[in-house]
């Protein structure tokens, strides 16, 4: 299984790039990385999904590795509604088991002015 | 709108009652999954379903069952046997298949809070 390692918390100022780095050693072949932001009392929302490289969408980008044991997830010049918590998924995009749905304890990023 | 829907937002009950909580969706999703939260803490897989009338357990499933008699609709039981059954729980969809150019990530609801004295 692969099981993720995130900073538990990070914090950065306004306008600044943020980037939060999640470890995931034994990755397996199928597995892709999602990352997801939650803010408090709500449900988490979808930034971005990778496989290899880096993927870029319009609130972030995705660097992965050639050996993709860790993935950083980007964003560019934050604001104070940044400040939330980052989940790491690593699972296949086909969950054939339920044992492969596993989200770490993601990062608390908080942003000041 | 498409989208998850989650009711009541906040519930409470007594101890040693069973509790059924409520996640539908309109997005046309195959899976659909339950979580839950603790205060400071990641998501938990509760259970996890892939089509009508199949799902499977995730790692904290003791103590709670589900139904899936319906795509739209996988409701959530929290029976009395589970010894902790205060938190945060959500419910979320996603499709299942390949079609080019998805995204293949989770739908969220807005969660249930749920207060059990």
């Known amino acids: 299984l692969a099981k993720t390692t995130q900073p538990i918390s990070m914090d950065s100022y306004e306008g600044q790039e943020v980037n939060i780095t999640c470890s995931h050693n034994n990755i397996a072949t199928n597995d892709y990385i999602t990352w997801y932001q939650q803010f408090p009392s709500q449900g988490p929302r979808f930034i971005i999904q990778?496989?290899?490289t880096k993927v870029t969408n319009e609130v972030a980008s995705l660097f992965i590795p050639a050996d993709r044991k860790s993935s950083t997830l980007s964003l560019p010049r934050v604001s104070l509604s940044d400040t939330a918590v980052y989940y790491c998924l690593v699972a296949p995009i086909l969950y054939s088991s339920a044992s492969k749905i596993i989200f770490g304890s993601g990062t608390r990023l908080s942003i000041r002015p | 709108d498409g989208g998850i829907t989650q009711s009541p937002k906040y519930l409470f009950r007594k101890e040693g009652q069973n509790v059924t909580l409520s996640c539908e969706q309109n997005?046309?999703?195959?899976?659909m999954y339950w979580y839950r939260q603790d205060p400071g803490q990641g998501l938990r897989l509760i259970y996890y379903s892939q089509i009508v009338n199949d799902f499977q357990k995730g790692d904290i499933a003791e103590g709670y069952s589900v139904s899936r008699e319906k795509k739209e609709s996988f409701p959530l039981t929290v029976t009395s046997a589970q010894k902790n059954p205060t938190a945060f729980y959500l419910c979320?969809?996603?499709?299942?298949?390949?079609?080019?150019?998805?995204?293949?990530?989770?739908?969220f609801g807005p969660g249930t809070r749920l207060t059990v004295t």
């Open positions: 990778g496989y290899k």
């Open positions: 997005l046309n999703h195959d899976a």
């Open positions: 979320a969809s996603s499709i299942v298949g390949l079609e080019s150019g998805s995204s293949y990530e989770q739908y």
